[in-house]
C-alpha cells in the first residue's frame, strides 16, 4: 500500500484551505475555528502514523495536586468516544487527538479525520472547562480550609 507523503498531505490542506506552517520533518502547525473557539493543530506524520492533536485542547495549566481528578475524567471522556483521545501533556496541559494510519491516507481520509476532529472539539470543549472548574474550586476551597 502507499502510505502519505509530506508533499500530499501538504496538498490536501491547501485544498482544504487551510493555512499551515511545516516546523520540521513530520511536523505541521495549524488551527481550525469551532463553533465558539479556536483550536490549534498539530499535525505529526511517522512511516506509520499520522496524528493530528490539538495542542493545548484548553487553554489552562492542571494543578498537579488535582491531577488525579482531572485523569479521571478524561478517562471518563475517552469512554465517550471512540476515534480520538484526550490526554494530559508534560506541561498538565489537556490534547485532544487523533491517530489514523499512514497507509492508503486520501483526501477523503484527511476530511473525515478533520470533521471528527472538529466534532469532538466542538462537543466536548465547554463540558471539559466546566469539568475542571468544579474540580479546581473543590480544590481551592479545600486549601482554603486547611489555612
Not at 10 to 37: A, C, H, I, N, P
Not at 121 to 142: F, G, K, P, V, W
Request: hydrophobic letters at 40%.
Amino acid at each position: 500500500m502507499n502510505r502519505c507523503t509530506s508533499e500530499l498531505l501538504e496538498s490536501f490542506m491547501l485544498d482544504y484551505g487551510w493555512v499551515f506552517s511545516r516546523e520540521g520533518d513530520g511536523l505541521w502547525k495549524t488551527g481550525f475555528r469551532g463553533d465558539d473557539q479556536t483550536f490549534p493543530l498539530s499535525i505529526i506524520m511517522t512511516d506509520n502514523i499520522i496524528s493530528f492533536v490539538i495542542q493545548p485542547f484548553v487553554d489552562t495549566e492542571i494543578d498537579w495536586d488535582s491531577c488525579s481528578e482531572v485523569s479521571r475524567l478524561l478517562l471518563e471522556f475517552n469512554a465517550r468516544i471512540a476515534m480520538a483521545k484526550f490526554s494530559l501533556s508534560e506541561e498538565g496541559r489537556i490534547e485532544l487527538s487523533l491517530d489514523v494510519l499512514n497507509s492508503s491516507f486520501s483526501y477523503d481520509s484527511f476530511l473525515l479525520t478533520m470533521g471528527l476532529l472538529g466534532h469532538y472539539a466542538d462537543t466536548y470543549y465547554d463540558e471539559i472547562l466546566s469539568d475542571l472548574d468544579l474540580i479546581n474550586s473543590r480544590y481551592s476551597e479545600s486549601f482554603n480550609l486547611l489555612t
